[in-house]
């Protein structure tokens, strides 16, 4: 138990759900589901369960530093490591295996995203127990897969193979988001599985994979090794991280390492990505019209999604069908959802326009 | 000059431009053109420009005093007359017509609504003045014309006929609403103009009529005929008021008197009635959109109305065409233009369901 360690990363923008999440308030940090807990929360109070709270490190911007303070009294400061600039998933994973090494050089570790929802939390916290049992006794970088459920296009697919190791499959490949018809032949073959983005492995697992694959970022890092878990670790950090290659840890090294095994996992998992996924989860009226946060009166209205960040308002809708209505702070966003993938376009453009304003 | 008095009309709760205009605040209290001046400031500002402001009138409902005073400081308090409730336009201009007779017999009085547009002022201010004399001279009633630009079934017409007294027409008929099929025959024949709702007359005129075709009312108010313009008005007012008859003047007596006559005018009037007619004057992008005093970023959008009362915010609107935005305080209203005439059931809906917080 005391050897179990886990790293939540927390530095995403999110801007797919702009304009509730901001650059200055991500969507981690938001409680989109009215439980009095942010997505963040939620995730830190799930792992709290079977993990030492001393033993749960945030990655993030060193930008969302005081609100992951603020949000999580539990943890010290020293559990907080910063990231001075944004190097996708990869280098954020050295960091903090590298500081964690430093403190515990038998850690197995899970790495999970800050923002998913798991709706069932005991077959969740069961799976990553026996994950974290797998990567103690075993040399290998695990995945947990998910079933599909349908042929969804926004997901990355991870191939299984016939080779088990206990309960956990061999990897065969990695894929990309794949289109409709690929991911139906995916679906249908049930040889695929969505890739949840959580990850287990013995941070010495994890670190010769590195050196393998992302030999530059393990040069780097070596470089302080003398210095992770010490008051010299920021320094080292703020001059070392942001010369680390831009890259994700899928890429970098799950898609190219050879002891790749997928534990396949059913607690009812959702990568809270965008407005169209909150949506499916959302509890919704009778027209298919899912209304978060505030009051709304809708008139031959069917299959929107309607938030507005405060309860105290009222939204009037008539006659649409399928949009995203989404209003926070001093940004109303009205747009289809079929184009919901366009909302990193339309911040893309505001910020042109008028800076960082409504960003 | 001196006997030349003006009663404007500004105790409309304006419900069809919720949520801009609410019930503690309508629209002729608004700035819709971002000129610095309300729609009842502009009106104010065109007749004081040819009648003295001290015969400058201007009733309401009680419920507006403040904000008339706010608006308005230029006048006295005593050219504020207030309705203790709201019984449509007959009462509202007796109430006026008893008030300034006692102020001055002889008194000529122009009657506007205090939510209309006017764009040509020259030619206004010429027309009225024209009005003035010619009810000076004859014991008619005035109403001021307009020749239809298109056919449009929103305004009442005024089929004029061939008898004619100097520049001013016998009106043959008032007519309601006509449908659309009735609106462009209206408009093809030559004969009928919209009913501007700006009204002019001796104030024995319209007292004489009263008494003819609303005896009721008459009798009413001459039970207080020596109270107007003394400190008692006000007690009379509260006790009788209320029991008038709830009913307009165009009802109650233009369509029924054969003394009244038109003016033919042509200064680019709009009744400020509706979003519709808003985003008919509204200065309009390429395509076709309205957009009042917020910033936008629209894609694939036209024909819509988009209206946010906070020059500090951004909309982004995707995929919408021929919509109502209006945004204002606690509400957001989205809905189809074409259905803009439901908007006063959403109120009456969202009173029902939330008594006073967002009207």
Chains 1, 2 share one sequence.
């Not at 923008?13 to 939620?42: A, C, H, N, T, V």
């Not at 599985?193 to 590195?210: H, K, T």
């Not at 992770?228 to 831009?246: A, R, V």
């Not at 989860?281 to 709304?296: G, P, S, V």
């Amino acid at each position: 138990m005391k050897d179990n360690y886990c790293v939540i990363m927390g530095g995403g923008i999110g801007s797919r759900f702009w304009p509730f999440s901001r650059e200055s308030y991500p969507k981690q940090f938001l409680d989109f589901f009215g439980s009095g807990r942010s997505l963040l929360q939620m995730t830190f109070d799930r792992f709290a369960k079977i993990i030492p709270v001393e033993n749960i490190y945030i990655v993030t911007n060193e930008a969302y530093a005081k609100l992951i303070a603020e949000q999580l009294p539990e943890i010290n400061e020293s559990q907080i490591l910063l990231e001075p600039c944004r190097r996708n998933t990869a280098p954020c994973i050295a960091y903090a295996s590298y500081h964690i090494k430093a403190c515990n050089p038998n850690a197995n570790i899970v790495v999970a995203p800050s923002d998913h929802l798991i709706l069932k939390e005991d077959a969740f916290l069961r799976d990553v127990q026996k994950g974290l049992e797998f990567v103690k006794e075993n040399k290998a970088l695990v995945t947990l897969g998910i079933r599909p459920s349908r042929p969804k296009t926004g997901y990355g697919y991870i191939q299984s193979s016939d080779t088990m190791l206990g309960d956990f499959t061999k990897v065969k490949t990695f894929t990309e988001k794949p289109n409709l018809e690929l991911a139906k032949i995916f679906q249908e073959s049930g040889e695929f599985f969505w890739n949840s983005g959580l990850f287990l492995w013995n941070v010495n697992s994890i670190l010769d994979a590195f050196e393998k694959f992302l030999p530059d970022i393990t040069a780097r890092f070596n470089l302080g090794m003398d210095k992770f878990n010490t008051p010299e670790e920021k320094d080292f950090i703020q001059e070392n991280f942001p010369c680390c290659l831009n890259i994700s840890i899928d890429y970098g090294i799950m898609e190219k390492a050879d002891n790749v095994y997928m534990l396949c996992v059913d607690f009812r998992w959702a990568d809270l990505g965008t407005w169209g996924s909150l949506h499916d989860l959302y509890k919704k009226d009778l027209n298919r019209n899912a209304i978060l946060k505030t009051n709304a009166m809708l008139y031959e209205c069917s299959g929107n999604i309607i938030a507005l960040n405060d309860p105290n308002r009222l939204v009037v809708v008539q006659g649409l069908d399928d949009f995203i209505i989404a209003e926070s702070g001093n940004v109303l966003l009205i747009c289809k959802k079929e184009d919901e993938a366009r909302i990193k376009e339309f911040v893309a453009d505001a910020q042109l326009k008028y800076e960082k304003e409504f960003i």
